[in-house]
Protein backbone atom coordinates (compact mmCIF):
# COMPACT_ATOMS: atom_id res chain seq x y z
CA UNK A 1 0.00 0.00 0.00
CA UNK A 2 1.13 3.33 -0.88
CA UNK A 3 1.63 5.36 2.05
CA UNK A 4 3.87 7.71 4.17
CA UNK A 5 4.60 6.61 7.65
CA UNK A 6 5.40 8.71 10.85
CA UNK A 7 6.85 7.84 14.01
CA UNK A 8 6.12 8.22 17.01
CA UNK A 9 2.61 9.74 16.35
CA UNK A 10 1.91 10.85 19.97
CA UNK A 11 5.44 12.17 22.09
CA UNK A 12 5.30 13.96 25.38
CA UNK A 13 8.98 15.16 25.96
CA UNK A 14 10.40 18.20 28.34
CA UNK A 15 12.13 21.61 27.07
CA UNK A 16 15.88 20.77 25.82
CA UNK A 17 15.49 17.05 25.25
CA UNK A 18 16.54 16.06 21.98
CA UNK A 19 14.05 14.17 19.82
CA UNK A 20 13.48 12.99 16.50
CA UNK A 21 10.31 12.01 14.41
CA UNK A 22 10.94 10.00 11.48
CA UNK A 23 9.08 9.95 7.91
CA UNK A 24 9.37 7.50 5.27
CA UNK A 25 7.00 7.31 2.02
CA UNK A 26 7.19 4.02 -0.13
CA UNK A 27 6.47 5.68 -3.61
CA UNK A 28 10.07 6.44 -4.77
CA UNK A 29 8.63 10.14 -4.56
CA UNK A 30 11.41 12.84 -5.05
CA UNK A 31 9.77 16.22 -2.71
CA UNK A 32 8.93 15.51 1.08
CA UNK A 33 8.34 18.00 3.20
CA UNK A 34 7.05 18.78 7.19
CA UNK A 35 4.29 21.12 8.39
CA UNK A 36 2.99 21.69 11.41
CA UNK A 37 -0.41 22.38 11.92
CA UNK A 38 -2.22 24.56 15.00
CA UNK A 39 -5.47 26.01 15.58
CA UNK A 40 -6.32 29.18 13.25
CA UNK A 41 -3.36 29.28 11.56
CA UNK A 42 -3.32 26.08 8.93
CA UNK A 43 -0.95 24.31 7.95
CA UNK A 44 2.55 25.93 7.76
CA UNK A 45 6.05 24.21 5.70
CA UNK A 46 8.78 23.75 7.97
CA UNK A 47 11.38 22.64 5.94
CA UNK A 48 11.26 20.49 2.05
CA UNK A 49 13.00 18.80 0.31
CA UNK A 50 13.34 18.52 -3.37
CA UNK A 51 15.70 15.03 -3.58
CA UNK A 52 18.09 13.31 -1.82
CA UNK A 53 21.09 15.82 -0.15
CA UNK A 54 18.65 18.62 -1.14
CA UNK A 55 16.70 20.48 1.60
CA UNK A 56 15.86 23.84 2.23
CA UNK A 57 13.71 26.29 5.02
CA UNK A 58 9.85 26.66 4.81
CA UNK A 59 7.83 29.22 6.56
CA UNK A 60 8.82 28.58 9.92
CA UNK A 61 12.22 26.68 10.08
CA UNK A 62 13.62 28.10 13.48
CA UNK A 63 14.26 25.44 15.99
CA UNK A 64 14.57 22.15 13.93
CA UNK A 65 16.36 20.43 11.27
CA UNK A 66 15.98 18.06 9.09
CA UNK A 67 18.34 15.64 6.56
CA UNK A 68 17.64 13.65 3.41
CA UNK A 69 20.28 11.36 3.17
CA UNK A 70 18.08 8.13 0.87
CA UNK A 71 15.06 9.09 -0.96
CA UNK A 72 11.98 6.84 1.15
CA UNK A 73 13.55 8.95 4.89
CA UNK A 74 13.07 12.58 5.96
CA UNK A 75 13.20 12.75 9.77
CA UNK A 76 12.35 16.02 11.41
CA UNK A 77 15.12 16.82 14.45
CA UNK A 78 14.45 19.18 17.28
CA UNK A 79 17.00 19.61 18.94
CA UNK A 80 16.35 21.64 21.85
CA UNK A 81 12.45 21.25 21.66
CA UNK A 82 11.06 24.78 23.83
CA UNK A 83 6.96 24.80 24.75
CA UNK A 84 6.17 26.71 21.72
CA UNK A 85 6.73 24.02 19.17
CA UNK A 86 3.95 21.81 20.98
CA UNK A 87 1.42 21.15 17.61
CA UNK A 88 0.52 18.64 15.19
CA UNK A 89 3.43 17.67 12.55
CA UNK A 90 2.85 15.71 9.28
CA UNK A 91 5.21 14.77 6.74
CA UNK A 92 3.99 15.12 3.36
CA UNK A 93 5.29 13.66 -0.06
CA UNK A 94 4.89 13.90 -3.70
CA UNK A 95 6.21 13.20 -7.44
CA UNK A 96 7.82 14.96 -8.68
CA UNK A 97 10.05 18.06 -7.31
CA UNK A 98 10.45 20.08 -10.61
CA UNK A 99 6.49 20.08 -11.34
CA UNK A 100 4.39 22.13 -8.86
CA UNK A 101 1.37 20.32 -10.35
CA UNK A 102 1.49 16.92 -8.19
CA UNK A 103 -0.43 17.00 -5.19
CA UNK A 104 0.80 15.56 -1.68
CA UNK A 105 0.39 12.76 0.62
CA UNK A 106 0.20 12.77 3.71
CA UNK A 107 1.07 11.19 6.79
CA UNK A 108 -1.03 10.69 9.79
CA UNK A 109 0.32 12.98 11.72
CA UNK A 110 2.68 12.99 15.35
CA UNK A 111 0.77 15.06 18.02
CA UNK A 112 4.36 16.74 20.24
CA UNK A 113 3.39 18.00 23.31
CA UNK A 114 6.73 19.60 25.14
CA UNK A 115 6.61 20.84 28.95
CA UNK B 1 4.99 35.15 -2.47
CA UNK B 2 1.83 32.67 -2.39
CA UNK B 3 -0.87 33.17 0.12
CA UNK B 4 -4.75 31.75 0.34
CA UNK B 5 -7.16 32.95 2.74
CA UNK B 6 -10.19 30.84 3.27
CA UNK B 7 -12.87 33.50 4.72
CA UNK B 8 -14.89 31.16 6.71
CA UNK B 9 -13.78 29.54 9.92
CA UNK B 10 -17.31 27.30 10.05
CA UNK B 11 -19.82 26.25 7.65
CA UNK B 12 -23.12 24.55 8.48
CA UNK B 13 -25.47 23.31 6.06
CA UNK B 14 -28.35 20.24 6.07
CA UNK B 15 -27.84 17.17 4.66
CA UNK B 16 -29.25 17.41 0.95
CA UNK B 17 -28.42 20.98 0.52
CA UNK B 18 -25.87 22.21 -1.80
CA UNK B 19 -22.27 23.30 0.18
CA UNK B 20 -19.51 25.84 -1.07
CA UNK B 21 -16.42 26.17 0.71
CA UNK B 22 -14.59 29.26 -0.13
CA UNK B 23 -11.09 29.96 -0.89
CA UNK B 24 -9.30 33.48 -2.57
CA UNK B 25 -5.58 33.47 -3.30
CA UNK B 26 -2.81 35.42 -4.36
CA UNK B 27 0.00 34.39 -6.26
CA UNK B 28 2.16 35.81 -8.99
CA UNK B 29 2.62 33.80 -12.23
CA UNK B 30 0.10 31.10 -12.86
CA UNK B 31 -1.58 29.17 -9.70
CA UNK B 32 -1.70 25.42 -8.81
CA UNK B 33 -4.76 25.04 -6.43
CA UNK B 34 -5.51 22.21 -4.58
CA UNK B 35 -8.36 21.21 -1.89
CA UNK B 36 -7.40 18.91 0.76
CA UNK B 37 -9.74 17.52 3.55
CA UNK B 38 -8.96 16.55 7.20
CA UNK B 39 -10.99 13.79 8.78
CA UNK B 40 -10.79 13.66 12.43
CA UNK B 41 -7.14 12.17 14.22
CA UNK B 42 -6.47 11.55 10.31
CA UNK B 43 -3.62 13.26 7.68
CA UNK B 44 -4.93 15.36 5.05
CA UNK B 45 -6.06 13.67 1.63
CA UNK B 46 -6.04 15.03 -1.69
CA UNK B 47 -9.69 15.98 -2.73
CA UNK B 48 -8.76 18.31 -6.48
CA UNK B 49 -6.56 20.36 -8.31
CA UNK B 50 -6.24 22.98 -10.83
CA UNK B 51 -3.54 23.07 -13.21
CA UNK B 52 -5.00 24.40 -16.29
CA UNK B 53 -7.80 23.86 -19.01
CA UNK B 54 -11.60 24.28 -17.36
CA UNK B 55 -12.61 26.10 -15.11
CA UNK B 56 -14.57 23.75 -13.62
CA UNK B 57 -12.80 21.03 -11.81
CA UNK B 58 -14.09 17.65 -10.43
CA UNK B 59 -12.54 15.30 -7.44
CA UNK B 60 -12.89 12.66 -5.65
CA UNK B 61 -16.63 12.30 -3.57
CA UNK B 62 -18.56 14.24 -5.60
CA UNK B 63 -16.95 17.67 -4.75
CA UNK B 64 -15.65 19.91 -7.63
CA UNK B 65 -14.76 23.44 -7.75
CA UNK B 66 -14.77 26.29 -9.70
CA UNK B 67 -11.64 28.60 -10.59
CA UNK B 68 -12.24 31.85 -11.32
CA UNK B 69 -9.21 34.09 -12.51
CA UNK B 70 -10.82 37.48 -12.24
CA UNK B 71 -11.56 36.63 -8.64
CA UNK B 72 -8.88 34.70 -8.10
CA UNK B 73 -10.93 32.00 -5.80
CA UNK B 74 -11.15 28.68 -5.92
CA UNK B 75 -14.53 27.64 -4.19
CA UNK B 76 -14.99 24.22 -3.20
CA UNK B 77 -18.58 23.08 -4.11
CA UNK B 78 -20.96 20.02 -3.91
CA UNK B 79 -24.37 19.75 -5.13
CA UNK B 80 -25.36 17.80 -2.13
CA UNK B 81 -23.77 17.57 1.26
CA UNK B 82 -23.52 14.18 2.95
CA UNK B 83 -23.35 13.71 7.33
CA UNK B 84 -20.13 12.25 6.43
CA UNK B 85 -18.56 15.31 4.22
CA UNK B 86 -18.16 17.10 8.28
CA UNK B 87 -14.64 17.86 8.43
CA UNK B 88 -11.59 20.28 8.38
CA UNK B 89 -11.01 21.63 4.32
CA UNK B 90 -7.90 22.82 3.43
CA UNK B 91 -6.80 25.16 0.03
CA UNK B 92 -3.52 25.29 -0.94
CA UNK B 93 -1.46 27.19 -3.49
CA UNK B 94 1.42 26.52 -5.59
CA UNK B 95 3.22 28.86 -7.83
CA UNK B 96 5.14 27.87 -11.05
CA UNK B 97 8.33 29.45 -9.36
CA UNK B 98 8.10 28.21 -6.19
CA UNK B 99 8.69 24.66 -4.50
CA UNK B 100 6.81 25.64 -1.45
CA UNK B 101 3.10 24.95 -0.75
CA UNK B 102 0.85 27.62 0.95
CA UNK B 103 -2.16 26.38 2.93
CA UNK B 104 -5.20 28.65 4.23
CA UNK B 105 -6.22 28.40 7.77
CA UNK B 106 -8.95 25.66 7.10
CA UNK B 107 -12.60 25.87 7.10
CA UNK B 108 -14.60 23.02 9.37
CA UNK B 109 -17.49 22.01 7.57
CA UNK B 110 -20.47 20.41 9.71
CA UNK B 111 -23.59 19.01 7.75
CA UNK B 112 -26.53 18.36 10.05
CA UNK B 113 -28.72 15.29 9.36
Known amino acids: EAQVTQNPRYLITVTGKKLTVTCSQNMNHEYMSWYRQDPGLGLRQIYYSMNVEVTDKGDVPEGYKVSRKEKRNFPLILESPSPNQTSLYFC??????????????FGPGTRLTVT | AQSVAQPEDQVNVAEGNPLTVKCTYS??????LFWYVQYPNRGLQFLLKYITGDNLVKGSYGFEAEFNKSQTSFHLKKPSALVSDSALYFCAVRGNNNNDMRFGAGTRLTVKP
Open chain 2, 27 to 32: VSGNPY
Open chain 1, 92 to 105: ASSRQATSVSYEQY
